[in-house]
């Protein structure tokens, strides 16, 4: 946790950031067309939640970035231990998996709006495939480095398959876990804009997409505003989770 | 009938023969020690005990039949931390409870009982990396026994202690034996604590191709103080004779290493 002192240089940094981008705007040392200004963007935020217009658009996002996120988490989680556990599954299927992880997902957003239609699922889709290599390889990686000692010393207490994956493999693979559901919260959000953007009736990337489309980079730079906030929020939330969970870790520079 | 043999055991690893031809009796109640130079094979011929590692050659024992698979009579202090992490101290010495079907609550109640015998009553909450390391040893100490094994394998479990908990802890391992006499198999690099402890104390000849070279029986009268046996003038013979034998290994493990 970073202290007091810090926190302020934060908020300094920002506030400087802001204040400098409003004062060249206005001063027309940058062009406010492509740059926008901030007061205009929070206006433009304060105004969208004020008559409530983003709301929609804002839930289907959600909803589609936290059903990719829930998805694509559960069976890379599953695969992940699954392919641990078996090694001569992980070894048939190796190069496939590093096939299919190869493919730069945006190509597949056409294809999934073929298969899904404009709607809600073809964004789900989208975001799974990002999220599911993720949340794949850290647990894959945190199976494979739990202790051999730990593990024996548990086999030789009596502990059966479901044991040893109830307390030695998932408790062992739960802080790779939690570092990859933070980074899948970001991919989950790009999966959902992504596709949004490409072709769809509602979300955030589609808002952002009309925006662009009439070259109001307020209603672009409100969107991505709106969307960082949302991704922090959920961020925090994983975070507190982790916290939790993770309570016997040693901490940080606390030594042992 | 010896309730675990070695029979003409030989480990590889690779073209590293690591203990060769091996042969071992331990009775039923009976406390031996294994004493050797470091990596002369004490923690490998452990491991063929419990049944972690196979034998390249020969064969190991268990009440007179061949040990297939896991040892189901054995519980294992490693020379290593082996406790879980991310449980306390009571629910590590609770876990082999639960593998056998106990409910939680049940098997807290209990491990709480062997926490408090291993001295450690006070930290039931606390996660192996808030104890100490001698602390860590003892839970997994009460983590084996609450299993109640028929053969306890112990390797090096009190070489991180201070001399005066060792020898607490010393004088309690061996009140605890004298409750139900378990067959135990101690490894250490320490002799006087080998002597002090065991019914008999085997000699390993430095690696490679190590193999036991010197078996000497402890007449030392039960029970025992460890701090007190030392002092007697049959220790001190049986420690110069074994000595005698042991140092040549040390000095050969430290000129070939
Ligand atoms: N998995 C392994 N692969 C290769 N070599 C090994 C392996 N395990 C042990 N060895 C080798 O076998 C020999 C015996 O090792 P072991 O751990 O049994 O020694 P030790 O007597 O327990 O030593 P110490 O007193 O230092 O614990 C060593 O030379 C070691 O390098
Ligand atoms: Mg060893």
Redesign the interface.
């Given at each position: 946790m970073p202290g007091l002192r810090a926190r302020l240089w934060q908020a300094g940094l920002l506030l400087g950031f802001l204040l400098l981008w409003e004062w060249a705007s206005r001063t027309g040392r940058i062009d406010p067309f492509f740059f926008s200004v901030p007061s205009e963007i929070a206006k433009r935020v304060w105004r969208w939640f004020a008559t409530g217009e983003v709301y929609p658009h804002l839930y289907v996002t959600t909803a589609e970035m936290l059903l990719a996120f829930a998805i694509g988490t559960l069976l890379g989680v599953v695969f992940g231990l699954w392919l641990a556990l078996a090694p001569g599954v992980a070894a048939v299927l190796d190069p496939y998996v590093k096939a299919l992880n190869a493919i730069p997902r945006v190509v597949l957003a056409p294809i999934f709006t073929l298969w899904f239609g404009l709607g809600l699922l073809s964004k789900v889709a989208l975001g799974v495939t990002l999220v599911f290599f993720v949340a794949f390889f850290n647990t894959y990686q945190g199976v494979k480095e739990v202790s051999p000692i730990v593990l024996q010393n548990a086999r030789l207490l009596g502990a059966r398959r479901r044991h040893l994956l109830a307390h030695v493999y998932l408790p062992a693979a739960a802080s790779w876990i939690f570092s990859s559901l933070r980074t899948s919260i970001g991919f989950a959000v790009i999966g959902a804009v992504v596709g949004e953007y490409l072709g769809s009736a509602a979300g955030l990337g589609y808002l952002i997409a009309q925006a662009e489309g009439v070259f109001d980079t307020t209603g672009v730079f409100a969107g991505m505003a709106v969307l960082m906030a949302f991704v922090l929020a959920l961020d925090a939330l994983v975070g507190a989770l982790e916290r939790r969970l993770l309570v016997w870790r040693p901490k940080e520079g606390g030594g042992r | 009938m010896s309730l675990l043999e070695f029979r003409q055991v030989s480990v590889a690893f690779g073209d590293y023969v690591a203990v060769e031809g091996v042969t071992l009796r331990l009775a039923p109640g009976e406390f031996v020690s294994l004493v050797g130079p470091t990596g002369c094979g004490k923690s490998t011929l452990l491991n063929v005990a419990?049944g972690?590692l196979a034998p390249s050659r020969g064969e190991v024992l268990l009440e007179g039949k061949p040990l297939k698979g896991?040892?189901p009579l054995?519980?294992?202090l490693?020379q290593?931390?082996?406790?879980?992490?991310?449980?306390?101290a009571l629910d590590n010495v609770a876990?082999?409870l639960?593998?056998?079907g106990l409910p939680w609550p049940e098997a807290r109640r209990r491990a709480m009982a062997w926490l408090e015998k291993v001295g450690l009553g006070r930290f039931p909450r606390h996660?192996?990396?808030q104890l100490s390391g001698g602390m860590r040893k003892r839970v997994g100490l009460a983590?084996?026994l609450i299993?109640g094994p028929k053969l306890l394998l112990m390797d090096e479990p009190f070489s991180a202690l201070d001399v005066q908990t060792r020898q607490l802890m010393e004088n309690e391992l061996l009140r605890l034996w004298q409750e139900d006499r378990k067959t135990v198999l101690f490894v250490t690099h320490d002799l006087e604590e080998a002597i002090a402890l065991s019914d008999r104390v085997v000699v390993l000849s430095a690696g490679p191709r190590s193999r036991p070279i010197g078996e000497f029986p402890i007449p030392l009268p039960r029970p025992r103080d460890v701090a007190e046996v030392r002092l007697t003038p049959e220790f001190l013979r049986l420690h110069r004779e074994i000595w005698e034998l042991l140092r040549g290994e040390v000095m050969r493990a430290h000129a070939g290493a």
């Open positions: - | 419990a972690l896991l040892n054995a519980g294992y490693f290593q931390d082996a406790i879980l992490p991310w449980k306390t876990l082999p639960v593998f056998r996660f192996p990396h983590q084996v299993a």
